[in-house]
């Protein structure tokens, strides 16, 4: 999953949060507390970017194809058959959907 060029403002985002001192303008950085960053670093925040989107893309995929929380919660009161069900699917997405 390659990031945009557009998608800067997420890149410096994740990476420094918002910073005192940061100004932007248009959706430019205008001021960076410690200067405004080189090319390299830049560079450098947008392969490690990409590398946690891509590390972390399961867990949206897995939030989508987990049943409801409550519905989980009442297959492990009601125990048994509905519990072992419950495992059965929680187990299928966690298959499709690994950790990398």
Do not use: C
């Not at 890149?11 to 950085?29: F, L």
């Not at 995929?61 to 519905?71: H, M, N, T």
Request: proline share 5%.
């Amino acid at each position: 999953m390659a990031t945009k060029l557009n998608d800067m403002g997420a890149i410096i985002n994740w990476k420094h949060n918002y910073q005192s001192g940061m100004v932007t303008r248009d959706g430019i950085i205008t001021e960076f507390p410690d200067g405004i960053p080189s090319d390299a670093d830049i560079a450098t925040w947008k392969t490690e970017y990409d590398a946690m989107m891509v590390a972390t893309a399961y867990v949206e995929k897995r939030v989508d194809a987990y049943p409801a929380i409550g519905d989980q919660l009442d297959a492990l009161w009601k125990g048994g058959d509905a519990e072992t069900a419950m495992k059965v699917i929680v187990d299928k997405v966690k298959t499709d959907f690994p950790k990398p």
